[in-house]
Nanobody, 120 residues
């Protein structure tokens, strides 16, 4: 069973920073793209950032220039460095990864979600 475990969420004042981590574990053969999504209160889940195995990145316009996604393939871990946080960044943040296990084809996996709250 493949699992994604997130950490790093919390409460921060506007203008502050947080760093989220998400580590994949289990019977993993390979990991393709990884990414972060978020779901603000009462709103639909939305893309934040993605990163491919070669390191190509993509960001939502709302976070571009403030957030940085990175990955450590040796640790099967993806990170999201969040700077200059705004109240509108408040959301539950979810890790996502396209993973092929030793027993199955590629499919999307999701983390449990971690709360990020930005106060004014």
């Amino acid at each position: 069973q493949v699992q994604l475990v997130e950490s790093g969420g919390g409460l921060v004042q506007a203008g502050g920073s947080l760093r989220l981590s998400c580590a994949a574990s289990g019977s993993i053969r390979s990991i393709n793209a990884m990414g972060w999504y978020r779901q603000p209160p009462g709103k639909q889940r939305e893309l934040v950032a993605t990163i491919t195995s070669p390191g190509r990145t993509n960001y939502a316009d709302s976070v571009k220039g403030r957030f940085t996604i990175s990955r450590d393939n040796a640790k099967n871990t993806v990170y999201l460095q969040m700077n200059s946080l705004k109240p509108e960044d408040t959301a539950v943040y979810y890790c996502n990864a396209a993973i092929r296990s030793t027993w199955s084809a590629y499919r999307d996996y999701w983390g449990q979600g971690t709360q990020v709250t930005v106060s004014s």
